[in-house]
């Protein structure tokens, strides 16, 4: 009974679904390996393969975009969103948890909005009051907008892993004289780690890949990878169709290597609800 | 003094409460403070007295039909998302070998990012492209099939990006259902058909209506992918579009924030739809033994 659920040899519908996974990985290794392809490629029409085999287009991407400075930006503004989001979510998560007053279900909702609305809807007024005020164009523009959705991001991720918490920890440090402050530092961020790791790690992919916000408020010079590739691809014909690829290669092998670096310390399919093991 | 405070701490105020401040204060400045600036700004065009940018929203189909053009696109996408994550994710629980592979395989798609897929797509599934080609080669069809730059090419690059964020949650809230209520139910008799549709289905539903909603606000933001792939002057010319056009081509932000807030309310207004039929459903716990 057990067993069979588990074999590959399954019913109709079990090929079906099996089929269906499978077309969608071709697809997708059809539209990865056409990338690949194409940006070691030198001159590619109407023909299966190219007609000869190059690395040049990296090299040329890299001068043609500027690819160094745009890293740095990039670097440099994932670092500092994910520094600020931790910082301000953290406590908020760690108060939202535990404690109930009035007005709780409210400002939970006020946490939630951002995430549910769709970037554009709230980055266009964004945009016009960071530009009212001088922010936006620069690295702090960018920074400041990518915030908005990274701390209820935090928030959201963080409250199960302090919900797991024993609360009588707390209580018995304070019973030995330890202040709030004393408790959050000795006994609380120590037992959270795996969380606030969790939550750094889905908040940099998260802002490395976020285009929106950073197309709305970044200027000339603070542009982050995703948005420079955005404006190469959409002002193609200036540059060769190849070295848009390479650069998307480089994109994608950056949030390959994050990817993995997640998957290593977040199990993806246990974000929601945390559940025991299953039984052997 | 003391009485008051005493009173307050009775209902959960105290002096902790200020490390929610941070938090609370920075949303209400860059989330809550620009949008109604935004709507302020909405209803103070320079004719046509104050709902003279949601006029000019109805009358001009150009502007109109972008409402219908998102939802043609998010619906369809959203939809498709979640319902092909639940048979694969209901076939991958458990544990076997190569599930972490398999995992990571399906959730590869979010690291391609909006500009890789597109351009995938234009290489893939353009006239000259593998796909083509091949089904050319095989004589299924007797010329190239027209897949970009048009409502095709955006919407499968939805799947592409939305699908495996669909699956992750699907399966995530899969694995927080009890394999023993499952277990119960066979003993009991229920052969496997009727213990998906009679025990895990209905669990999941408050789920799936979740990852529903997400993946549809995913979906209904699409703007690089329905630039790059689509067709943005006409079939998938989506709101957001009409919007980043008012705003940052015309200069014209009064017009600009007025499609936010439509953009804003359309969807709000799909959420909570979907979010009223979920509080229909049951939403326990999803633990047998309690």
Known sequence: MELRGRRIVASPAGWLIWGAVLFFFVMLAGVIASVVVSSFGTRWFDTWLPQGWTAGWYGRAWDDFTLGPVLVVTLEVAVLVVGLSLLIGVPAAYTLARRSFPGRRLLQLLFLLPILMPPITYGIPLATVLYKYGFAGHLSGVVLANLVPSVPFVILTMTPFIEQIDPQLERAARMCGATTRQIFLRVLAPLLVPGILAAAILVLVRTVGMFELTFLTAGPDSQTLVVALYYSMSSAGIRAQQSVDAMAVIYTSMMLVLLVVALRFVNPTQLVARVRDEDP | MTALRHRLADRGVDRNLLLL?????????????????????????????????????????????????????????????????????????????????????????????????????????????????????????????????????????????????????????????????????????????QRFRRITLPLLAPGLATTFCLSFVLAFSVFPSAVLVGDPAGETRVISIAAYEAAYVQYDYVLASALAVIMGVVELVVIGLVLGWRALLYTGSTIGKG
């Open chain 2, 21 to 193: 401040l941070p938090a609370a204060g920075f949303v209400v400045v860059l989330f809550v403070y620009p949008f109604l600036y935004g709507i302020g700004l909405s209803l103070r065009p320079p004719e046509g007295g104050p709902l003279g940018a949601y006029r000019r929203f109805l009358t001009d189909p150009y502007l109109r039909d972008t409402v219908t053009t998102t939802l043609g696109l998010s619906l369809p996408a959203a939809l498709l998302n979640v319902l092909a994550s639940v048979p694969i994710a209901y076939r991958m629980r458990g544990r076997y070998r190569g599930k972490r592979v398999l995992t990571t395989l399906l959730v590869l798609p979010i690291t391609l990012g909006t500009v890789l897929t597109a351009q995938g797509l234009l290489n893939f599934l353009g006239p000259t492209g593998w796909f083509n080609r091949a089904l050319l080669g095989a004589g299924l069809i007797d010329e190239p099939v027209r897949l970009t730059h048009n409502y095709w090419g955006v919407f499968l690059s939805l799947v592409i990006t939305g699908f495996p964020f669909a699956f992750l949650l699907v399966s995530s809230y899969l694995s927080g259902i009890d394999p023993t209520l499952e277990r119960a139910a066979a003993t009991l008799g229920a052969n496997a058909r």
